[in-house]
């Protein structure tokens, strides 16, 4: 028997989702590592997350959009997808979507409510699918675990959920997530050419993002005679030619700089050399970049806009994202005062270390408690 962890999203390498899937099955199993055991849809040469090569796995070798309608259908006619993960005692479903199991006690994890809230934002065909599926998928599920307040408003609002169904579980910043050595600092600095001093982007490249009205608030204090070199690591996602477009008729283009692909294990580094991180999105069902920022040190300009100041609380300095004079002025008093740099690195470092896997994984465990059958509930090591 085994309680089973999608961590599809993970081995795919999907971003913030896929930290959190990676992140929680790492320390969940720390705390028993014979109870658990993964699940994943296996594409092309596709491994384990990192330091979970040994765990027991059960796979699919499915593409990712046939895997999806698969997991529908199968939920619509009542077919069980329990021969896939044999001997579970309970599946964690954590990227919004819930495989059809007959008599086996399942978790989802619904992370934000973007695909709803801002369809603008949306590929057209993931808007009609997450917004098909997930009413379907919150009724199925024995329990329903978010990441912040702000997404449990907005799930319990859109779909009428009762809010005792719904945990706010908080996610962390991984260990690795510390102020770097001068020595790695030199090194990241060389190896993606990172100018002296910087604010920094981690994300995706899509609308909620921001990115645009960030790009402007730049221009206008470089006008006022400012320039500050903005770092953008994260791929492009959708929907963001207009986001270029703006940016190359920019007058501070050559300020942007795109390091391309950085491994996981740089990003430490990254944020530790970068003299802001800069969180300017309009929506966010967590913001990791958030907490990994203030546990390396670095001072946090953000949005004040979804769960953001849940994470931040007192140690970041805030904005309206859809104001642009705000956000430019926020900056630049950040940017422009080394006290203030000063006392907002000492207030990150404690806010980050509020929140940590090991509490996220007891939380979670307690999640597991409530739905399984009494004889399975065991203590764990």
């Not at 491994?47 to 593409?63: C, H, N, Q, V, Y």
């Not at 609380?313 to 904005?319: E, H």
Request: aromatic share 10%; net charge negative; glycine share 8%.
């Amino acid at each position: 028997m085994a309680i089973y962890i999608d961590v599809s999203s993970a081995v795919h390498a999907k971003a913030g989702i896929g930290r959190y899937a990676g992140s929680l099955a790492r320390a969940l199993i720390d705390r028993d590592p014979e109870r658990f055991a993964l699940f994943y849809n296996r594409t092309g040469g596709s491994l384990p997350p990192e330091g979970l090569e040994s765990i027991p796995a059960r796979t699919i070798r499915a593409g990712y959009k046939p895997w999806r309608m698969a997991v529908w259908l199968g939920q619509l006619a009542g077919i069980g997808f329990d021969s896939l993960i044999p001997g579970a005692e309970l599946f964690h479903a954590t990227e919004h979507l819930l495989p059809p199991l007959r008599g086996v006690p399942t978790v989802l994890t619904i992370h934000d409510m973007i695909f709803s809230l801002f369809p603008e934002h949306q590929k057209r065909l993931n808007y009609w699918y997450l917004n098909a599926t997930m009413p379907l998928y919150c009724r199925r599920a024995d329990a329903i675990v978010t990441v912040s307040e702000s997404s449990k408003r907005d799930i319990v609002d859109h779909y009428g959920l009762d809010p005792a169904r719904v945990k706010v579980i908080y996610e962390a910043a991984a260990p690795e997530f510390v102020p770097a050595a001068p020595d790695a600092l030199d090194e990241v600095r060389r190896r993606y050419s990172l100018p002296e001093r910087f604010m920094i982007h981690v994300g995706t490249i899509e609308p909620r993002k921001n990115l645009t009205r960030l790009v402007e608030a730049l221009q206008r204090l470089h006008k006022s005679g400012l320039t500050i070199p903005l770092v953008v690591v994260g791929g492009r996602g959708w929907l963001y030619d207009e986001f270029f477009q703006r940016l190359e008729q920019s007058a501070v283009r050559d300020a942007v700089h795109f390091p391309g692909y950085v491994p996981s294990a740089d990003l430490p580094a990254i944020y530790s050399a970068a003299s802001v991180a800069a969180v300017p999105s309009v929506y966010e069902g967590f913001g990791l970049p958030v907490l990994e920022a203030m546990a390396c040190g670095t001072p946090v300009v953000s949005s004040d806009a979804s769960s953001l100041p849940e994470l931040g609380g007192m140690a970041a300095r805030y904005f309206d994202p859809y104001d642009v004079e705000a956000m430019s002025q926020t900056i630049g008093e950040v940017w422009s005062d080394e006290l203030l740099r000063g006392e907002m690195h000492q207030k990150g470092l404690v806010q980050a270390a509020k929140f940590s896997w090991e509490r996220a994984a007891e939380e979670t465990w307690a999640v597991y408690e409530s739905i399984l059958p009494p004889a399975d509930r065991r203590e764990d090591g």
